[in-house]
């Protein structure tokens, strides 16, 4: 029996924001999230009661162990963090605008503890002792070493028959989608679980149409066990090939945009562990929308109150 619910490979950053409207170039102060696709994924299903391990590089210093106390605090197992002396810990910089200014991201990642790692830092003993491996098509860009553990994770998962939750994610800062699309459409490849938002679909894998459409075609260029496509205001969609899903997503009041497609992730997640994807589906809009409505990249929340939300329809605030 495996150790772990979920495990996953990636970075953590720290998220340096100011509110929305203000801008960083006179900012006075800013607010302070521990950050990264992965962790956040995992943060939030071990809030749930599950048992999860993120893998991963933190600097030896009071950057690195704020990110760890923040994995700690949501009962991620950290046994598998490579402490790193000398290294350093990504940032990223948010301004939030309202229309006609959308968000604005600068990232200042090079050279993290994490995209110095290589193949042979990785623990797979333990990062394979899972009922599910999560990955993201953020990992891959970072380093070569970082797409060689990426490759190496997949491979070594469906030597052992374990199922792969893939979320493209794709960040055009980080590379083309060229480059993108030619490294992150091998990956994908006969997944359990795929997950991908309509705008990844359209400009990466050149799928279009209405939102069946989209997901037909991403279940067949992924040849994926379900595809799980992400669609904004209109909800989920799930397809496996015979059978649809929609979920519509929650109204809520929206307080901090990002983060949403982790929440999502790890809701969908959830009911993949309980044996129930349908459920999933209602857990991930519900997760999503509480992302939405909270400050910071991560959900905060229990499962008590999930159970409770989900069982109701009414407008989340926080």
Request: some cysteine.
């Amino acid at each position: 029996m495996a150790s772990f619910d979920v495990t996953t490979f990636g970075e953590m950053l720290l998220r340096l924001s100011v509110p929305s409207g203000q801008r960083l170039e006179v900012a006075k102060s800013l607010d302070v999230y521990p950050a990264g696709a992965e962790a956040n994924v995992v943060a939030l299903l071990a809030r749930l009661e599950r048992k999860t391990l993120w893998v991963g590089a933190l600097p030896k210093n009071p950057l690195g162990r704020l990110a760890a106390n923040h994995l700690r605090l949501a009962g991620v197992d950290l046994s598998n963090i490579i402490w790193r002396e000398g290294g350093r810990l990504g940032t990223y910089y948010v301004e939030f605008g309202e229309p006609p200014r959308g968000i604005q991201v600068t990232y200042d990642r090079a050279h993290s503890s994490v995209a110095a790692l290589t193949l042979a830092d990785i623990n797979w003993d333990s990062l394979l002792d899972t009922r599910i491996l999560h990955l993201t098509g953020i990992t891959p860009p970072l380093s070569d070493t970082c797409h060689e553990i990426i490759l190496q994770a997949l491979q070594k998962a469906k030597e052992k028959n374990i199922p792969i939750s893939f979320d493209v994610n794709y960040r055009q800062k980080l590379w083309t989608e060229k480059q993108a699309r030619e490294i992150l459409l091998p990956m994908l490849q006969d997944v359990e679980i795929l997950f991908c938002s309509q705008a990844d679909a359209i400009r990466l894998f050149g799928c279009t149409g209405p939102m069946d459409e989209i997901a037909e075609a991403m279940l067949r260029l992924s040849r994926a066990r379900y595809a799980v496509v992400t669609f904004g205001e209109k909800g989920v969609l799930f397809w496996d090939g015979e059978i649809w899903k929609h979920e519509p997503a929650r109204p809520t009041k929206i307080i901090d945009r990002l983060g949403a497609g982790d929440a999502l992730a790890a809701g969908v997640l959830h009911g993949w562990l309980e044996g129930n994807l349908s459920l999933g589906l209602k857990y991930g809009v519900t997760l999503a929308a509480m992302a939405l409505s909270q400050l910071g990249d991560a959900v905060i929340t229990t499962k008590a109150e999930l159970d409770s939300l989900v069982n109701t329809n009414s407008t989340l605030t926080r």
